[in-house]
């Protein structure tokens, strides 16, 4: 049972305009919530998280934007740029099992920024 | 500060043979997870270390067991080798309850 899902593999976007990239998750549980970048053949790089007390949270050209109702959240890139192009994962932290930082992530999205 | 430092980059195993990954975490994070990349699978958690205790566990055959040195470094093993678990191994850091920062990961390749 897949609990965060990126249901769009992938996306593809001109430089200089907006990038979305969506996650969608299905326990109401989850309470903490990360993206990262990633290239081919390495690993994840962190990119920005947001805590369910928020609805948003910014750092430089990424917001996340979290819709607890809708379980749902998503990462804006703006302007996007061709270094941006990587693979996406969306990833919650797991709230079973007391402390823990085990997270469960998506199956990623593929950008793709055309310059 | 240095990033999280994973040994070896690269592996050729046998199938049947047992490897040894090496994780060093970031200087003062005390939580050390593993995970396993593959293609079919995505990112997958394989364990957890705080404190030289396994905190968490996730659903792997118990060929795959790992450890945590006070120094907080972690060694993960895997015994008998199958084709299957050719994938790229991530190792993350995290201080506790934050951001988790990942090392370049171990590239396994059983033949």
């Known amino acids: 049972d897949q609990q965060v899902k990126q249901n769009s593999p992938s996306l593809s976007v001109q430089e200089g305009r907006i990038s979305i990239l969506n996650c969608d998750y299905t326990?109401?549980?989850?309470?903490?919530f990360l993206w990262y970048k990633k290239y081919p053949a390495e690993g994840p790089t962190f990119l920005i998280s947001?805590?369910?007390?928020?609805d948003k949270n910014e750092d430089g050209r990424f917001t996340v934007f979290l819709n607890k109702s809708a379980k749902h959240l998503s990462l804006h890139i703006v302007p996007s740029q061709p270094g941006d192009s990587a693979v996406y994962f969306c990833a919650a932290r797991d709230p079973y099992g007391g402390a823990t930082n085990k997270l469960i992530f998506g199956t990623g999205t593929l950008l793709a920024v055309q310059p | 500060k240095a990033g999280v430092t994973q040994t070896p980059r690269y592996l050729i195993k046998t199938r049947g043979q047992q490897v040894t990954l090496s994780c060093s975490p970031i200087s003062g994070h005390r939580s050390v997870s593993w995970y396993q990349q593959t293609p079919g699978q995505g990112l997958q958690f394989l364990f957890e270390?705080?404190?030289?205790?396994?905190?968490n566990k996730g659903n792997f055959p118990g060929r795959f067991s790992g450890r945590q040195f006070s120094n907080s470094r972690s060694e993960m093993n895997v015994s008998t080798l199958e084709l299957g678990d050719s994938a790229l191994y991530l190792c993350?850091?995290?201080?506790?309850?934050?951001?988790?920062?990942f090392g370049q990961g171990t590239r396994l390749t059983v033949v």
């Open positions: 270390y705080f404190s030289e205790t396994q905190r």
């Open positions: 326990n109401s549980m989850f309470d903490y």
């Open positions: 947001i805590s369910s007390i928020k």
């Open positions: 993350a850091s995290s201080l506790d309850q934050t951001e988790a920062f």
